[in-house]
């Protein structure tokens, strides 16, 4: 198992580059991505959280796992839903997060081939999550500025303690 980038890691909030080679450490370690994602009880996972640059994520829907790599946000939907959201890089802490309620996805499977996926509800906010990771983008940069002040004493928890247990 990998273990998992916490706040405030400066590799949380930097860019992640395109994969261009998919070689076959990138290919061995999604399913170390995967089992790590599932020990921690996440529905998805992206690679500046286990502590890598590169396009890649996992995410979790009732199908299974699945790894994209490159993924883009191709169209979001004006319809959008409001939701309560966590982050295994920000353990304890969960805030309402607005998002599109259907994306569509342009990305590469592991094997290389160029793919259009189409996801709504829940499965359409785990890829905005994951690809929010791969911009160096984390939910609480998804909040006002009111809110975040709020939750200041539960992100100065995880920076000293590795997570919080405040309740808002
Ligand atoms: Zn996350």
Known sequence: MLSIVKYPSHILSTPSSRVQKI????????????????????????????????????????????????????????????????????PGLFVLVKRSFRVKVSCQTPEGSPIIIEAEGLAARIFQHEIDHLNGKLIINRISPLKRLKIRKQLKDIKEKGFTEIKK
Do not use: W, Y
């Open 23 to 90: 070689t076959k450490e990138i290919q061995d370690l999604l399913p170390l991505m995967a089992e790590t994602m599932e020990k921690h009880d996440g529905v998805g996972l992206a690679a500046p959280q286990i502590g890598r640059t590169e396009q890649v994520i996992i995410v979790n829907t009732e199908e299974g796992n699945h790894a994209f790599l490159n993924p883009k946000l191709i169209s979001l939907s004006k319809k959008t839903e409001i939701e309560e959201e966590g982050c295994l890089s920000l």
